[in-house]
């Protein structure tokens, strides 16, 4: 076998690792509809919040399967939760209120291992899978898994698009699933304010996405994600392809498996919040 075979042979079996598709944001802000959108691309791979605490219980996956059928987890399955759960653990007990003050956070030793092995191991899970892949999207939102990502890879390798949508329908998702409002709002308000700090005090490449325009106008966002990854993002109407996700909104999941049900107008926050509730915001606008 010549030394270019050799070479061939081993990148099949140890390929590059893969770019992440980071989406930044605050909890029910879409980010589980533009994992989806994302993957419409047949080379980018929607895996959901790869932050969530999966080991808890075992759940079927967007693919339409048990994840012990499913063709990413199956067998890879406990691997996949062994791998990230001390680390994912540390990292979301992660003090929000650091970033604030400190431009990052460093990992220590053994969490920075214990990240790369798990990025690794999802990485070459993912070429294995589909082998033309060339992004993972993870949907996590937080800074603090974001900065554990800029812990342990270049920043070329993580592609950040902020995710934000408008206030009152993002309180009235927390409302909705009963979170008190004022406690609701005042968590959205610091958390936006954060993600900007974080993303100014690092100097660092994103992209701004909102979600209020993905009714009417997403052909125009599509066009921006398009330019920024490198990859043709395409339209609504066609059907994501490659995603795993066991997390996140369950009635988006449901709505994007295999099939595309289009993207409603934002607008059911009116019917949610009081008149004095949307008195409050119109107070923050």
């Not at 009714?215 to 125009?220: A, L, P, W």
């Not at 599509?222 to 909104?249: C, Q, R, W, Y």
């Amino acid at each position: 076998m010549t030394s270019d075979s050799l070479e061939d042979s081993a990148n099949q079996e140890n390929p590059p690792l893969l770019p992440v598709i980071y989406i930044l944001g605050n909890s029910h802000s879409g980010s589980t509809l533009l994992g989806f959108l994302l993957s419409a691309h047949p080379d980018v791979v929607n895996l959901g919040e790869l932050k969530g605490r999966t080991w808890l219980k075992e759940r079927f996956c967007s693919c339409g399967h048990p994840v012990g059928e499913c063709a990413f987890y199956g067998n890879f399955f406990e691997r996949f939760n062994n791998l990230k759960r001390n680390v994912i653990t540390q990292i979301r007990n992660t003090r929000l209120i650091q970033f604030f003050f400190k431009k990052n956070i460093a990992l220590n030793p053994a969490s920075k291992e214990e990240l790369k092995d798990f990025y690794s191991s999802v990485s070459h899970q993912v070429s294995a899978v589909v082998p033309n892949a060339r992004f993972i999207v993870d949907t996590s939102k937080s800074v603090s898994l974001l900065n554990g990502w800029l812990n342990i890879m270049p920043e070329e390798n993580i592609k950040i698009i902020h995710l934000t949508r408008h206030t009152g329908a993002n309180v009235s998702s927390f409302v909705k699933r009963g979170a008190p409002f004022f406690k609701s709002l005042t968590g959205i308000l610091i958390n936006n304010r954060m993600i900007r700090r974080y993303l100014r005090k690092n100097n660092l490449n994103y992209l701004e996405i909102d979600f209020n325009r993905f009714h009417g106008f997403y052909s125009e966002e599509a066009k921006k994600m398009s330019e920024f990854l490198g990859v043709e993002i395409p339209s609504t109407d066609s059907v994501p392809l490659h995603h795993h996700v066991i997390g996140g909104n369950n009635r988006t999941r449901k709505s994007f498996t295999n099939k595309v049900t289009g993207i409603h107008k934002d607008e059911e926050w009116h019917q949610i919040l009081t008149g004095f509730q949307k008195s409050i915001l119109r107070l923050l606008s």
